[in-house]
């Protein structure tokens, strides 16, 4: 096993679009041949489009373009400019003489970072679209992870700078790849050593503390940190059903799992798609596997190549070593 860069997966370009000044971005995933698609939800507060056509049980048999976006609920609007790229290009569901592209996606909530009143919108999805052809790997501080945050439990005052990963690893033809907006009420952990990256910062913001053990501490006050999620996609090139998909998507949440703690509340969003191009015979649970791991080390470049910003501190202000 290898590790490629995602950008390497055929079928697949990707491209991102953000606001440095205002803390919000917008990444886009654009099948042009169509991508089998499938999702798991595990977040108690998602904002997203069109996800029930994911089901296994609807007629959707394949989608055209993906984005993770900030915004909250705001960031939806960056799929008309995705809708316009892709009808221009004449990708799409073709409906007699009419080409009806089909479009998923998720958002974070950033609003809280730079300028809440600022925020993804469709001029941000055509040109995330436009970078797409490009369609070069960048990570940190780029696209949907402009104003990601990690370790929001005493709300932003405490909080500390993520981002946008990328991972991904080829064995054998089967490539497998994650690439995850990293927003999360909780802190990040390293996936091999265990040790946290970046998280919630004591009262003196020298220090990174346990959000889970604060919670236990605090178990019957509320959160200021109602607002989170961390959103992300991996992309195979494994030939897989809708449903299969889905059950790849579930498998690769186990990243999330093995890297943030705690996720998956009533205060996130956490969703992950999972996108197949179908060129390579292998088994979900094999895909799954995998995509479990792609996910969990992409989580971890989130972090380590996001930089300081908008008063955030990153993880190379605590730890002193190179960014991986």
């Not at 909530?109 to 790997?137: H, Q, T, V, W």
């Not at 996936?191 to 004591?202: K, P, T, V």
């Not at 989580?299 to 380590?304: D, G, L, M, P, S």
Request: proline residues 2%.
């Amino acid at each position: 096993m290898k590790e490629i860069s995602i950008n390497s997966i055929e079928h697949i370009q990707i491209g991102h679009c953000q606001d440095e000044k205002n803390g919000t971005g917008c990444t886009v995933i654009i099948a042009p041949e169509g991508a089998v698609c499938g999702v798991d939800v595990r977040g108690g507060g998602p904002a997203s489009r069109e996800t029930e056509l994911l089901n296994p049980r609807a007629s959707n048999n394949g989608i055209h373009g993906l984005f993770l976006s900030g915004g909250s609920a705001y960031g939806l609007d960056c799929a008309a400019g995705i809708m316009q790229y892709l009808e221009e290009h004449h990708i799409g569901l073709a409906v007699q003489d009419v080409i009806v592209p089909i479009v998923v996606g998720s958002c974070i909530f950033d609003l809280c970072c730079g300028s809440g009143k600022i925020r993804p919108d469709k001029n941000m999805g055509y040109m995330a679209c436009l970078d797409s052809e490009k369609n070069i790997e960048r990570n940190g501080n780029v696209g949907a992870g402009m104003g990601a945050t990690v370790g929001k439990l005493y709300g932003p005052e405490r909080c500390m700078k993520a981002g946008l990963g990328c991972f991904a690893v080829e064995l054998g033809q089967l490539q497998v790849g994650a690439i995850v907006a990293v927003n999360a009420i909780g802190d990040v952990y390293e996936l091999d050593s265990h040790r946290e990256l970046a998280g919630l910062l004591d009262e003196k913001k020298q220090n990174m503390i346990s959000s889970e053990a604060e919670m236990m501490r605090m178990f019957a006050a509320d959160s200021d940190g109602a607002f989170n999620t961390t959103i992300g996609a991996i992309i195979t090139n494994a030939r897989l059903d809708k449903a299969q998909m889905n059950k790849v998507a579930a498998l690769a949440s186990n990243g999330l799992a093995r890297t943030i703690r705690p996720v998956n509340t009533s205060m996130d969003g956490d969703s992950i798609y999972a996108l197949s191009t179908g060129q390579v015979e292998a088994s979900s649970d094999h895909v799954g596997t995998l995509a479990a791991y792609v996910l969990a080390k992409a989580v971890n470049k989130a972090v380590w190549q996001s930089e300081a910003k908008f008063g955030h501190p990153c993880v190379r202000d605590f730890l002193q070593e190179e960014k991986q």
